[in-house]
């Protein structure tokens, strides 16, 4: 049975295109170091978000309304896993802005997004994740790369805080 509890969610994410400089081997727990977080030159948002924490049918999910900030009005973000499989990460976006996003470390998933003018293919390659979230709330790291076609690859710093009450 579904209960919902409230949740603070924040959200804070770099992302960037790699340079030399850039160690692809490094732990999750040095990437998200403030020394190195802060240091990536990149497209940086950290921002807070009201939304709802839930265990449902063994998968915990959490879900929020997406902000002017992100260029994604009008879309409802929902990230969840299943409890005895916390490796596995789905990031599934409805509304305005649809589509799905895996996270598996070591696992190169092809993903797709509608964002309404056009439909985008992509690879996410996830090169770490940790998960510490669970119905109190907690934290989700995951460092990520998206290759797009013909594009330079992107990668990205993800950083989730969900504090429920």
Do not use: W
Not at 75 to 103: H, K, Q, Y
């Amino acid at each position: 049975m579904k209960k919902e509890k409230k949740a603070m969610i924040n959200i804070k994410s770099a992302h960037f295109t790699p340079n030399e400089n850039y160690i692809k081997n490094m732990s999750i727990i040095d990437a998200f170091a403030p020394a190195n977080f802060d240091a990536v030159d990149a497209q940086r948002i950290d921002i807070d978000y009201e939304g709802v924490l839930f265990v449902n049918d063994g998968r915990l999910t959490v879900k929020y309304d997406e902000s002017e900030l992100t260029g994604m009005v009008g879309a409802v973000t929902e990230i969840s896993f299943a409890l005895d499989e916390p490796g596995i990460v789905m990031m599934n976006r409805s509304g305005a802005v649809r589509g799905s996003l895996c996270f598996e470390m070591g696992s190169r998933i092809d993903c797709v997004q509608d964002t309404g003018d056009m439909i985008l293919s992509f690879v996410v390659d996830t090169e770490a994740l940790q998960n510490e979230l669970s119905e109190d709330g907690g934290e989700l790291k995951i460092a990520y790369c998206m290759e797009f076609r013909g594009s330079p690859v992107q990668r990205s710093l993800m950083h989730i805080t969900v504090s429920a009450s």
